[in-house]
Structure formats: C-alpha cells, structure tokens
C-alpha cells in the first residue's frame, strides 16, 4: 500500500502514478484547500497554471486512490461536487494531542495572565497565526483600533510573524502586545491565559490554532471559513460583527469533539488503513 499523508502537489501525484503503475492500493490525504488555489493566484497566466495543476492534473490523478483524506465535512462535500464518489472519500482530521493543550481554571488563567505580564482584571484576547492578508491581519487590526477605543476592559495579544507584523509592532502598547514568535513549548501558557480566540481569516482548512484553541478550552470567535464553522459556534465575517461580539463580553467555550483524543485517533487511522489493504487495488473513476 502507498500512503500520502503530507502535501497533495507534488508527492501526492507521485503516490497516485507510483499506485497506478504499480497496481498498489493508496491513500492519500489533502491538507489544504487545493480547489481554492487558481482563485489566490494573481494574474490571469498564474490563474491558468494553477487551474491546470490543481484543477485538472492533480483531481484527475486523485480519483485514482482507493481513499481520499480530507480534514473535514466542508472538503468532502467541495470533493464529491466534483465528481468524487462519497465512499471514497474519508473524513479524519489532522492528528492532535490534546493534553498538550489543557484547559485552565478561573484562577489559574489570573495567574497566568500576570505571570506574562497581562492585566488579570482584563479580558485577554489572543490571535495566533501568520499575519497576512489572507489570515485577515488588517481586519483584526481593525478590532482591535475599535475595541481598545470603545473599552478599556480588553487586552490583546498577538503571537505570529508575517506581512503585517511591523504594524502590530508599532502599535504595541499596554493593551495590545505584540509577542512575535512563541516556541511550542509556551505557547500553551497564552492559550490558558486567555478568555477568547479571534481568527478572522479569509481562507483556511482546519487550522491547527483552532483546534488548540478548542482543546484549551476558550471560546472563539472566527471567520465562517472551510472546516471552522463545522467546530466553532461563533462566525462573523464583518469588522462590525467581530467588535459587537467582544463588547457584548459573553463568551461561551467550545464543545470538543470526541475526536480530541490520541487513542480514538489511532483507532481511525488503523481502521482506514486496514479497510484499504482488505479492498480492491486502485481504479480511475
């Protein structure tokens, strides 16, 4: 059996030629919004390359595999619009230890916001991520300009690194810090340390940060984007919307899903894994 579990351009195509050739059953598993990626390109020479890469080399290819991973509901249903059968198609999110992320208590989270130098009678509003224009970087520096206008009872803190970053660094001040890059490590100390998640992107999958969010137990307020509206109860897509929401100041944490859990995650990877050796070899169609 081949197994692609890392990027669908350009090992994925070598998994499906490799299993095509060789009669060997396959898997292979899309992280991203492939679908979506002639509309990013700019230009209308790069729109057509991608359009070609992904829209037709790369499904066709596809469509050879005994099973195609996707990370959520919103991918499978984009996958089976285009022509994919729906047993072939398997939904199992990326692979997540949760108790890397533990959920923090009332009183811990005032610790923690002291031990990192945050007001503990401030409600502290944490963005992780790149900060480009695609992750809507402009958009949360336009909630965070109105909120800290409007209030003084909000704190922000903003971990990544991207395009955007000089502006948060030019605006850091008392309630709103700007940390740049956190190792793994600590990172979890932020999550605990805070009462809400915003993430108000443009285009994404299933983010990894969401995910950590949700395992830490805070309550987010997120763009209504690809996987994100299928495991966050609260999306927005204005400015307006987003500012409402934090100045309302009722926030409610998000459910986990039965999945945020390693030895249930095992147990789909296994099962997929062995549904796949006991079938048949890899068909077009």
């Known amino acids: 059996m081949l197994v692609n579990l890392s990027d669908p351009f350009p090992s994925g195509i070598l998994v499906n030629l490799f299993s095509l050739y060789y009669g060997i059953p396959s898997i292979t598993r899309v992280t991203g919004d492939i679908l979506g990626e002639k509309d990013r390109a700019s230009g209308v020479l790069r729109k057509a390359v991608k359009y070609v890469i992904y829209n037709l080399l790369i499904l066709s290819l596809f469509k050879t595999t005994n099973k195609l991973v996707v990370l959520g509901q919103d991918s499978k249903n984009k996958f089976a619009r285009r022509g994919f059968s729906q047993d072939r198609l398997v939904v199992l999110p990326q692979p997540f230890k949760a108790d890397l992320f533990p959920q923090s208590s009332f009183r811990k989270r005032g610790a923690l916001k002291k031990s990192l130098g945050f007001k503990p009678e401030r409600k502290l509003i944490l963005y992780v991520g790149t900060l480009s224009y695609g992750k809507g970087a402009d958009r949360l520096i336009e909630i ?50 805070s009462d809400l998640f915003i993430y108000p992107t443009r285009s994404d999958s299933l983010p990894n940060v969401i995910i950590e969010a949700i395992s830490s137990g805070l309550p987010i307020a997120a763009s209504p984007v690809a996987e994100i509206p299928y495991l966050v109860m609260n999306t927005m897509v204005s400015v307006d919307e987003f500012v409402k929401y934090i100045l309302n100041g009722k926030f409610v944490p998000e459910q986990r899903p039965d999945w945020f859990n390693w030895v249930r995650q095992r147990e789909m990877y296994l099962d997929l894994l062995d549904s796949v050796s006991k079938g048949k070899q890899a068909k077009i169609g």
Request: hydrophobic fraction near 30%; charged fraction near 25%.
């Open 144 to 193: 965070i300009k109105r909120v800290t206008l409007q209030s003084d009872e909000y704190q922000f803190c903003i971990i990544g690194l991207g395009p955007f970053q000089e502006n948060f660094e030019a605006n850091s001040d008392a309630r709103i810090r700007y940390e740049g890059f956190v190792s793994r490590e600590n990172i979890s100390n932020y999550y605990q340390a």
